[in-house]
């Protein structure tokens, strides 16, 4: 089988989508799967305003069609409502193709943080985007459950995996800086909502890994916190496992794939009771949600470290590639389920 990924999120960009679709890519191939990819990469590309790390494919409904001919797929799936997905999905409903989607961002919270746009607006927009394909993945239920009183129809679930070989506890080391070792890692951007982790009163350090278009702001305004830019992936490993809690200060992500990266490291996790969170460690198994994210800092530094790698071990990038190819085949077979 021969699936075409249409995406518009795409290396040089570092993110858990691109992320997410790099190992399900490696790990179909095990299952007989050939995974192509329709990317901005290849186009003129503009700068998506308020945030130009994310790159705009220019580019015309033809070509985009004339490309996804090309590739002779068994299947297309839109992975986002960029300019590619969008052009993606006007072909698939022209020639009556079946095409399944998956909703990997909050768009209209992202939106409304910079814009004033009503989240109203773009969920109606959303809404009639995913309903048209033959079925719309989602990593947690708790979005399902949220997608669904929203009218989302078609929803499938799709979990995430994390390799636990690279982050594992042993990669745990003395840090250089003052103790206890409060890690945050991500974008910095004002949709990860890291001020309410930088301000909030705690011991020891704040530590923060990753980059992006608040990162000069907020070392300014944060002069006490360590931020590290970004980092090669083996030694975001041993940092993972060297801190002694990650804070998630997002209310927008829609899973968090650096969650189980650190309970992968053996490091509880502290976060807000929201999407993400709350479906992986809401039962106080490996980390703390609290709408009090100091208290829910505190109390994870009391977690068995054992606990949160353990919570880890549930996720498993072939389980994420089977529910990937269950959906798939489900709407080649036109058998599409309704969310419950």
Not at 36 to 48: D, I, M, N, V
């Amino acid at each position: 089988m021969r699936i075409l990924m249409v995406t518009d999120a795409w290396r040089p960009q570092i993110n858990g989508v691109v992320h997410t679709l790099e190992r399900l890519s490696e790990v179909l191939t095990g299952f007989g799967v050939e995974t192509r990819f329709l990317t901005p990469q290849g186009f003129r590309t503009l700068p998506l305003p308020t945030y130009p790390d994310i790159r705009l494919a220019l580019t015309t409904p033809g070509h985009v069609a004339r490309l996804i001919r090309a590739e002779q797929a068994d299947h297309v799936h839109i992975v986002t409502e960029g300019p590619l997905g969008i052009m993606a999905r006007r072909y698939c409903l022209a020639e009556g193709r079946p095409f399944t989607t998956s909703y990997h961002t909050r768009f209209p919270e992202y939106l409304s943080a910079r814009l004033p746009v009503p989240e109203d607006w773009a969920y109606r927009w959303l809404r009639d985007f995913h309903n048209s394909g033959q079925g719309t993945l989602v990593a947690t239920q708790s979005l399902a459950d949220d997608l669904a009183r929203r009218g989302f129809t078609k929803l499938r679930p799709w979990t995430r995996g994390v390799d636990t070989t690279l982050f594992r506890p042993d990669r745990r080391k003395a840090l250089d800086f003052p103790g206890p070792v409060f890690l945050c890692v991500g974008r910095i951007a004002v949709e990860k909502n890291l001020p309410a982790f930088l301000d909030l009163d705690l011991p020891g350090s704040k530590v923060l890994v990753g980059e992006g278009p608040e990162l000069a702001k907020l070392q300014a305004r944060y002069p006490q916190a360590h931020f590290l830019g970004r980092k090669p992936i083996d030694e975001m490993a041993d940092i993972y496992a060297s801190a002694d809690v990650f804070v998630f200060p997002s209310r927008t992500d829609t899973f968090g794939n650096v969650i189980i990266e650190a309970l992968a490291s053996g490091t509880p996790v502290a976060a807000y009771p929201v999407t993400g969170p709350i479906d992986i460690v809401g039962d106080g198994k490996g980390g703390a949600v609290s709408e009090d994210l100091r208290q829910a800092a505190l109390a994870a530094l009391h977690i068995d470290r054992a606990e949160a790698r353990a919570k880890a071990q549930r996720y498993s990038w072939t389980a994420c590639a089977e529910m990937f190819l269950d959906t798939v085949r489900e709407a080649l077979n036109g058998r599409v389920r309704v969310a419950a």
